[in-house]
């Protein structure tokens, strides 16, 4: 009788220690989100109730770089999440964050510099400016002080959101000559710059995009579309025969009712990271990136 009871114990405590296992390791995963395809990105960690936006991976160590406000949308702080063997390390503030409004990092190609929105002043002593890009170099395992892009990357409006590729930088803007809200623009090496027609560039609002590293196609936002599901929408778009295809919405189970914005690609390609609000807060997403070029995982 008692070696049965000793059996029962052992098996007992067998069967608790691979729960408590399973749960550690759900926990160093992303959480599935509002669907089978989309996933919670760091729940707990980066995902939590602060709301965290415009997430973009690391090229040299595959950290995850995000904003986060608490209060205001326009009050955002860059954070990074280091990778370690048992899943995210809590969030470090970027050396260079952290006084003024600061959101949606993005690297160049290779890492070198990160690009970041920010409304911190042009120049030092003035009053906070309205959102404007600025680059800041790398430097050793550190980063260097941001400085403000000139002419014609920052205008007299607001210009938001970069994306950049070998050939050329990518960003929304309000500037004249637009279609009087924020608008898609192109930027090539030598300077000319083209604002991109119908049907990326209408009436409604293009505040955010992604575009591949050859230029094939774009994951962009739109406000408020007439197919979309509410707030904002992202949307797939590719370049054929030298024109973009009509923008086509990543349907419901990308996009809900909420807001989604803030598209970027993993390093290795595999996955599409973005913003969603579904659960209440703003909370950083990924989703197979085949499923959303091919419709397949």
């Known amino acids: 009788m008692r070696a049965l009871r000793n059996l029962f114990i052992t098996a007992t405590l067998l ?35 602060r709301n965290e936006t415009f997430p973009a991976e690391d090229p040299t160590d595959g950290s995850l770089w995000f904003s986060r406000y608490d209060n ?16 995210w390390a809590p969030p470090e503030v970027a050396p260079f964050s952290g006084t003024w409004g600061d959101r949606a990092p993005r690297f160049s190609p290779g890492g070198a510099s990160i690009y970041i929105t ?15 890009i600025w680059r800041v170099s790398r430097i050793g ?27 050329a930088m990518w960003l929304a803007s309000s500037r004249a000559g637009g279609f009087g809200r924020s608008d898609i623009y192109r930027i090539g090496p030598s300077g000319d710059i083209s604002h991109l027609d119908a049907p990326i560039n209408d009436e409604k609002s293009q505040p955010d995009l992604w575009v591949s590293a050859d230029e094939s196609w774009m994951i962009l936002v ?27 919405n990543l349907g419901s189970e990308i996009n809900s009712a909420e807001y989604e914005y803030g598209p970027s690609v993993s390093v290795d390609g595999q996955y599409l990271y973005f913003t969603s609000h579904r659960s209440g807060t703003a909370d950083v997403y990924r989703v197979s990136l085949s499923f959303v070029l091919d419709g397949s995982e």
């Open 15 to 49: 069967l608790l220690g691979c729960a408590e296992s399973e749960s550690q390791q759900a926990d160093s995963e992303p959480a599935t989100g509002a669907s089978s395809i989309v996933e919670v990105v760091g729940q707990g960690v980066i995902s939590t109730e």
């Open 222 to 248: 739109i406000t408020e579309a007439s197919d979309g599901y509410g707030g904002d929408d992202l949307y797939l778009s590719r370049f054929i025969e030298e024109t973009w295809t009509v923008p086509a």
């Open 72 to 87: 205001s949308f326009g009050a955002q702080t860059i954070l990074f999440a280091r990778r370690t063997e048992s899943g």
């Open 141 to 167: 395992e550190s980063w260097g002080e941001p400085e403000l892009l000139e002419s014609p990357i920052n205008s007299e409006a607001a210009d938001i959101h970069i994306s950049v590729t070998d050939q």
């Open 118 to 132: 920010s409304d911190r002043p042009r120049k030092r002593g003035e009053s906070p400016a309205d959102m404007n």
